[in-house]
Nanobody, 117 residues
Framework: QVQLVESGGGLVQAGGSLRLSCAASGLTFSIYLMGWYRQAPGKQRELVASITSGGSTKYADSVKGRFTISRDNAKNTVILQMNSLEPEDTAVYYC???????????WGQGTQVTVSS
């Protein structure tokens, strides 16, 4: 049974930092594309950052230069380091694991990030 468990969310003031962690189990973690998504109230879920099995990264324009995604294949963990947080970053953040062939797609339960102004 595949599980993705996020942790590290919370309440922080604007300009502060948070570190989100996603622990994966039940899958061959190293071959999956891992991503962080977020969904704010009344908005669609959007990609924040992703990292391939080889370590290539991609970021939403709104977080470039502020957020860093990384993975530790030995620990089956993906990290999202969030710096210089803004109120607009307030959302539920979800961890995602995707394999293309064959197609697999898994989601965590989400962790709330709230940035106060």
């Amino acid at each position: 049974q595949v599980q993705l468990v996020e942790s590290g969310g919370g309440l922080v003031q604007a300009g502060g930092s948070l570190r989100l962690s996603c622990a994966a189990s039940g899958l061959t973690f190293s071959i999956y594309l891992m991503g962080w998504y977020r969904q704010a109230p009344g908005k669609q879920r959007e990609l924040v950052a992703s990292i391939t099995s080889g370590g290539s990264t991609k970021y939403a324009d709104s977080v470039k230069g502020r957020f860093t995604i990384s993975r530790d294949n030995a620990k089956n963990t993906v990290i999202l380091q969030m710096n210089s947080l803004e109120p607009e970053d307030t959302a539920v953040y979800y961890c995602n694991a995707v394999r293309i062939v064959p197609m697999d797609d898994y989601w965590g339960q989400g962790t709330q990030v709230t940035v106060s102004s």
